[in-house]
């Protein structure tokens, strides 16, 4: 009788880590170190598919954390280390009313105030970043990733010096670039 509970437990947990290793990853090879992130492919799939896109054509290559401001978000996936701004595909729906917070470590979609302008851009929380959430202040941003590894690389990341350059607020000094973003096995 006692193996009945057992065997079902035994299927929950196996089936819990059959729906987390569904979720693609992807890691940003740096200037600064890796980051790895996992991407919450049920609760925003457009967004996901779309970043995916980003990834597999290499649109990351070269391109830099060109918004950085401690406490709050480094963003990236933009710009060059000449500040150029790389072509896009059209924006995507915003995925905001998703469930998931702005919390820190979670990626989100850059947008402008068009809720439904978002490219290639987004931005790592550095903190829990509650009115960035859907219906807080407007539709909000919608949340699709996670950090899993590279934390400390993203605080470093959000420690360096900034300044104002092209026109630009908060670049950072020091250029941090992605040499490379490619999608990972979730070992």
Do not use: C, W
């Not at 500040?83 to 915003?94: D, G, Q, Y």
């Not at 947008?111 to 550095?126: C, G, I, K, Y």
């Not at 350059?165 to 000094?173: E, I, L, S």
Request: proline content about 5%.
């Amino acid at each position: 009788m006692k193996a009945l509970p057992l065997s079902l437990a035994l299927a929950a947990a196996i089936g819990t880590g059959a729906a987390g290793a569904a979720n693609p990853q992807v890691v940003f090879e740096t200037t600064a170190g890796d980051i790895r992130i996992e991407l919450f492919r049920d609760d925003a799939p457009v967004t996901v598919e779309n970043f995916l896109g980003y990834v597999d054509d290499g649109f990351y290559r070269g391109t830099i954390f060109h918004r950085v401001i401690p406490d709050f978000v480094i963003q990236g996936g933009g710009f060059t280390a000449g500040l150029e701004r790389k072509p896009t595909r059209e924006p995507i729906v915003n995925e905001a009313d998703n469930g998931r917070l702005n919390e820190r470590g979670t990626l989100s979609m850059a947008r402008t105030r068009d809720p439904d302008s978002a490219t290639s851009q987004f931005f790592v929380n550095l903190s829990d970043n509650a009115f960035l959430d859907h219906g807080e202040r407007d539709f909000g941003y919608a949340v699709f990733a996670r950090v899993i590894d590279g934390m400390a690389v993203v605080d470093r990341i959000a420690a360096g010096e900034t300044g104002r350059r092209n026109g630009m607020a908060d670049v950072p000094v020091d250029p941090v670039v992605v040499e490379a973003a490619r999608r990972v096995d979730g070992d």
